[in-house]
C-alpha cells in the first residue's frame, strides 16, 4: 500500500512536467530528429512529396564544395573577430565602472543599458540606414575628418568590419553588466591587504582581479561564443551574406538555402554539421576552461 | 523628426535636425498598415508571454520543489537545450506546420507560431524560475500545507506571489522573443493581412527603395513604446531582480 501511495504521488509530481516534456519533445527533440532525418534524402521544394532516401550523398557534396570551406571560415572569423573586442570593452568597461570612486556609475550603467534594451532588430535596420553609403552618417561623419566616403557594405573588408563594430555596440553592455556584477563579487578586504603589502594597481589586477574573474570570463566566453555563433540578424540584415557569400556565415546561409531556394535538404545538413561543430567547440572550451566545475 | 539630409552639404550643421515636424509619424500611422502590423505583432507576444509565464512556473516550481526520480537529467537536458541554434528547429518545425495545414489559415498560422516562440523561450524560462525558487525558503508553503491547502493550491497562493519579479522578468524576455522576431514570422507567413512589425519594417527597409529614411526612424521610435512600456510597468520586478545579481539573460 506505502509503495502504491508513493509511486501514485511520483506520478503526480510528473503531472506537473508534462507541459516542458511535450515541449522539448514536439517542439525540440522531434524537429532536431527530423531535420536529421531529411538530411539523408533528396526532400526539396522539387522533390516535395516523391522524395527518396539517398544516404549520404548531400553530405559528400556538402564536405566537397569550397562554398562550406569558405562558410566555416567565415563563421569562425565572424565568432572569434566579435568575441575578443566584445569581452575586452565589456572587461575594460567594467573594471572602470567598478572604480570605488567613480561618480555617477548608476547614470552610466542606464546609459549602457540602453543598447541592450533595445530589440536587436530595430538596431540592426537603423545601423543599416547608418553605413549607407550615400545618406549613412558614419560617411558624414568621416567627411567631416576630411576622408572621402567609403561603401561600406560592398567590399569584403569594410564590410566585415562595420559588421563587428555593430555586433560590438549591440553586445558590449551584457559583457560589461555581467563582469560588473562579478568584479562586485570580489571582496574589498582582499585590496586592502594587498596594499598593506604594498601592491601596486598593476600587481592588484594582476594577482588579485584577474585570478578570481578567471571563471567568469570562461563561462561568459563560451555562453558568447555558442551565442555569436548562431547570431542570425547581423549579417541578415546588414550584408545578406554578401558580397556574394564572402560574409556569409552557415546559419544565415542554412535559412537562406531553405527559406529563399526551397532547399530543405541541404539546409538541414548544414544545420547538423554546424550543431555538431559547435557542440564539439563547446565541449572543449567547457573542459579547457573547467566551467563545468563552475555550474554544478 | 528629421527631413531627408544630403550629402550635398556635409557640415556640422546638416547633422542637426533643421526644421521638426510630424509628416514621418502622419505617413507610418495613415498611409502604412502600420496599426494592423502592430496588433498582428502584439497577438503573437501576449500568446507568448503567457504560454511562457504559465509553462515556465509550473515547470520551476515542480524542478525546485518536488524531488522526482530522473530529475538530475532532466535538468541536464533542459540546459543542453537551450544551447540549440533556432536554425536547427525552424526548418523542421515549419515543415511540421506545414504538413498539418496549419500555415493555410491565419488563426492556425498564429498558433503555430505562438507554439515554436513559447517552445524556444519557455525551457530557458524554466531553468531561471527553478534558479530562483531555489533561493526561496519552503517554511511558507509548508505552514500552508499543514493549514490545509493542496500542494497546487500551496504553489500558486503563496509561491506564486513570491515569484513574480522572475516571473516578470521571464514575461519580458519572451515578449522580446515575439515581438522582434523576423526569421520565424517570415517562414510562416503567407499573406500580407497577416504581416507583423518586423515583417513590415523589413519591406519599409529592404524592399520598397522609395522608403525615406526618416520614415523608418519614426517606425522603430513607434515599435519601441510597448517595449519601453513594459519595461515601465514591470520595473519594480526588474530592479529587484538586478539586486539580486544572480539572472542574466
Redesign the interface.
Known sequence: MDYLQKLDRVFIQYLYLLPIIAIALFLFLYPVAYAVYISFTNFNLYHLFHYTFVGLKIYEQLLTSSTFYTLLLNTIIWTVGSLIPMVLVGFILALILNQRDIRGRNVFFTLLLAPWAFPAYISLVIWYGMWNYEYGIVNKFLGLLGIPPINWLTFTNTAWAALILTNLWLSFPYYTAVFLSSLQGIPAELYDIAVVDGANAWHKFRYITLPLMRSAIAFVSVGGFVFTWNNFYPIYILTGGGPGISTDILIVYTYQEAFSYGYYNIAAAYSVISTIILAIMAILMLRVGRVLEVIT | MNP????AS???R??LPENTTLEAYYYILFKEPFLLWLRNSLILAAGTVAITA??AF??G???SR?N??GKTT?MV??YV?T??????????????FASLGMLRHTLTTYVGLI??Y???T??FS?YLVKVFLDRIPRDYEEAALIDGLT?FGAFFRILLPMAMPIIAFVALLAF?GA?????LA??FIMKGSMWTL?LG??YL?FVNRATL?NV??AF?VL??IP?FAI?IAFQKYLVQIYAM?GV??
Open positions: 531627408i539630409p544630403t550629402l556635409v557640415t556640422l546638416s547633422l504559465i509553462v509550473i515547470t516550481a515542480a524542478l518536488f522526482i526520480p532532466l537536458t533542459i537545450m544551447f540549440f541554434p533556432f536554425a536547427a528547429t525552424a526548418l523542421p518545425l515549419y515543415l511540421m507554439l515554436a513559447s517552445g524556444g519557455s525551457i524554466s500542494r522580446m515581438y522582434t522576431d523576423y526569421a517570415n517562414a518586423t519594417m523589413y527597409a529614411y523608418l526612424a522603430s515599435m519601441g517595449i519595461f545579481g542574466k539573460a
